[in-house]
C-alpha cells in the first residue's frame, strides 16, 4: 500500500507535468537566501479561514444586512400559496407567464376574474423563490468581501513590477518571494471560493447555477496550481482583475432589491463598463495572452501548460456567456428606460398588499376553483376547499360528475 501511494505522488507529482525541463522541485525548496516560495501544505490554512468567513457571513447577515433591509421596508415573510386549481395548474405547466389576451380566454373558461387569474399566477410564480431580504443579505455579504479584497489586492500589488509588465510574472521563475499581504491575500481569495462552492447549494438558485459551480471550480484550480508552482504572480493579477467588477453587481442587485432604481441604472452602467474593461479586453488580450506565449518564451514549455490555458479559456467563455446576460439586460433597459432584474435570477416580482388581502377570499369566493369531470371539461367548484385542501364540488356539479356530464 505504501508503495502504491508513493507511486501516485511521484506520477502526479512528475516534473515533466509540473515544471520546464531545465527546473526541478528543488528549485522550488526554501533556502537561507531571504526569499520564501510557497508550499503545497500552505494551502491547509485556507480550511480554518473558510470556516471563519461562513462564521462572519452568519452572523453579518443576520445582524447587519438583515436589520438594514428591514429598516428600509424589505419583508421577510414567507410567499402566499396559490388556491388549489387543477385547470390553472395545467395551465401553468404550459405557460408561466400568459399575455393578456390569454388571461381573458382563461377568465371567460371559468368563473373567475380576469384580476383573479392575473393574481392566481402572479402568486404561483412566486411560490418557492426566495425571499428578497434573504437574497439582499446574501449581496450584501458578498459586496463587503469583494469591495475589501479588491482594495486589499490593488494596494498590495500596485508597487509590484507585474501589476504593469506581465513579462514580469515570469522573469526570474521560479524563485519568486512571496509576501506576507500576497500570502494572505491568496489565501482569503481562496478561502472565499471554498465558501461560495460549498453555500451555493443553500444561496439564492439561479439560472446560471452549473456555469457559476464550474466557476468556482476552475478559479479554485487555477489557484491550486499557480501556488504548487509559484506563478502566483500570475494568479493575483487574476484576482485582482475579477475583483474589479464584482462588488459593482452586487451593489446593484442590492439597490434594485431597495428599489432605487436610479441608483440601479447608474452601478449597472458602471458595471457594464468594467465589465468589458476587465474580462472582455484585459483578460483575454493581456493575461491569457502572456500565459500562452511570453510565459513559454521566458520559462520554457510543460505539460501543464495546457491544463492551465484550458482553464483560463473555460473562464473566458463563462466571461462571454455572461456578457450575452448582461447586454440582453442593456438593451432591454434602454427600451424600457430602466434596468428591471438581474438576468440570471428568477424574477424579482413581488406578492402586493392587494394580493395578500384578496388571495384567502380566492379559496373560498364562488366559481375559484374548478376541477375535472373525466371528460376533458372543467367545472366550478363554488370555491369551497376543505381542511386538508381537497376541492369540495358543488351540489350540482357532483351529480354531473356522477353521470359522467
Known amino acids: ?92 405547466a404550459q405557460n408561466k407567464t400568459p399575455d393578456k389576451n390569454s388571461f381573458l380566454s382563461i377568465s371567460k373558461q371559468t368563473d373567475l376574474s380576469v384580476r383573479q387569474v392575473e393574481r392566481w399566477f402572479r402568486i404561483r410564480r412566486m411560490e418557492g423563490r426566495t425571499i428578497v431580504l434573504y437574497r439582499f443579505t446574501e449581496s450584501s455579504w458578498r459586496f463587503l468581501f469583494y469591495l475589501f479584497i479588491f482594495w486589499y489586492g ?148 510543460c505539460a501543464i501548460y495546457f491544463l492551465y490555458n484550458g482553464l483560463l479559456i473555460v473562464l473566458q467563455v463563462l466571461h462571454i456567456f455572461w456578457f450575452v446576460i448582461i447586454s440582453k439586460m442593456a438593451y432591454n433597459a434602454l427600451k424600457r428606460g430602466n434596468i428591471e432584474k438581474d438576468g440570471r435570477s428568477s424574477s424579482d416580482e413581488e406578492i402586493s398588499d392587494d394580493d395578500v388581502t384578496n388571495h384567502k377570499s380566492d379559496h373560498v369566493a364562488n366559481g375559484n376553483n374548478l376541477t375535472n369531470d373525466n371528460t376533458g371539461k372543467y367545472l366550478s367548484t363554488n370555491g369551497k376547499v376543505g381542511t386538508n385542501g381537497d376541492i369540495i364540488l358543488s351540489d350540482s356539479n357532483q351529480n354531473k360528475l356522477e353521470r359522467g356530464f
Open 1 to 92: 500500500m505504501a508503495a502504491m501511494w508513493e507511486w501516485i505522488r511521484d506520477t502526479f507529482w512528475s516534473e515533466w507535468f509540473w515544471l520546464p525541463p531545465q527546473h526541478s522541485w528543488k528549485d522550488l525548496e526554501n533556502r537561507d537566501d531571504g526569499i520564501y516560495v510557497p508550499q503545497v501544505s500552505d494551502m491547509l490554512v485556507t480550511v480554518p479561514l473558510t470556516v471563519l468567513l461562513l462564521v462572519l457571513r452568519a452572523l453579518f447577515e443576520r445582524y447587519v444586512a438583515a436589520p438594514i433591509g428591514r429598516y428600509y421596508g424589505l419583508k421577510d415573510k414567507r410567499a402566499l400559496k396559490a388556491a388549489p386549481n387543477p385547470y390553472l395548474e395545467k395551465i401553468f
Open 154 to 301: 490593488l494596494i498590495v500589488l500596485w508597487d509590484k513590477s507585474w501589476l504593469w509588465d506581465t513579462m514580469q510574472c515570469w522573469i526570474g521563475y521560479p524563485r519568486h518571494d512571496i509576501t506576507p499581504e500576497i500570502f494572505w491575500y491568496y489565501a482569503m481569495e481562496a478561502s472565499f471560493y471554498l465558501s461560495l462552492l460549498i453555500t451555493q447549494f443553500k444561496d439564492v438558485k439561479r439560472k446560471d447555477f452549473f456555469e457559476m459551480f464550474i466557476h468556482h471550480l476552475v478559479t479554485l484550480s487555477l489557484m491550486f496550481l499557480s501556488w504548487s508552482q509559484n506563478i502566483v504572480r500570475f494568479g493575483t493579477l487574476i484576482l485582482v482583475l475579477h475583483d474589479a467588477v464584482d462588488s459593482l453587481l452586487e451593489t446593484a442587485k442590492m439597490a434594485k432589491y431597495l428599489k432605487w432604481q436610479k441608483t440601479t441604472d447608474i452601478v449597472f452602467a458602471l458595471f457594464l463598463l468594467v465589465w468589458i474593461i476587465t474580462r472582455m479586453i484585459l483578460f483575454p488580450y493581456k493575461l491569457i495572452y502572456t500565459a500562452m506565449f511570453q510565459s513559454t518564451t521566458i520559462v520554457g514549455f
